[in-house]
């Protein structure tokens, strides 16, 4: 059975770090794309950040880049999402979610076939 834990949310100050993390098993970890997404209510699940656990690559979205770093520990199949200089804007449901790595390394919801149960970040100003 496919599982996504994601964990690490919480509360803090603008300005302020977090890391998340994301559990995985029930798949060859190596052979997958892993993702971080966003939502917010009333809004699309955003694509922040996204590694391809085999070569490390990663992709960005425009918003948190230079502000977020996502990697991987391929012995504890577990990927993080250091988040610094933390701004209200990024509240949000945060999710991790795995996809085939089909070569193409993209923040689109459609790539990723299954998702984690989300941790809640507020950021207060």
């Known amino acids: 059975e496919v599982q996504l834990q994601a964990s690490g949310g919480g509360l803090v100050q603008t300005g302020g770090s977090l890391r998340l993390s994301c559990a995985a098993s029930g798949f060859a970890f190596t052979d997958y794309t892993i993702a971080w997404f966003r939502q917010t209510p009333g809004k699309e699940r955003e694509g922040i950040a996204c590694?391809?656990?085999?070569?490390?690559?990663?992709v960005y979205a425009d918003s948190v880049k230079r502000r977020f770093a996502i990697s991987s520990d391929n012995a504890k199949n577990t990927v993080y999402l250091q988040m610094d200089s933390l701004e209200p804007e990024d509240t949000a449901v945060y999710y991790c979610?795995?996809?085939?790595?089909?070569?193409?390394?993209?923040?689109?919801?459609?790539?990723?076939?299954?998702w984690g149960q989300g941790t809640q970040v507020t950021v207060s100003s």
């Open positions: 590694i391809g656990i085999d070569d490390g690559s990663t």
């Open positions: 979610a795995a996809g085939y790595d089909h070569g193409l390394l993209r923040l689109i919801r459609g790539d990723y076939d299954y």
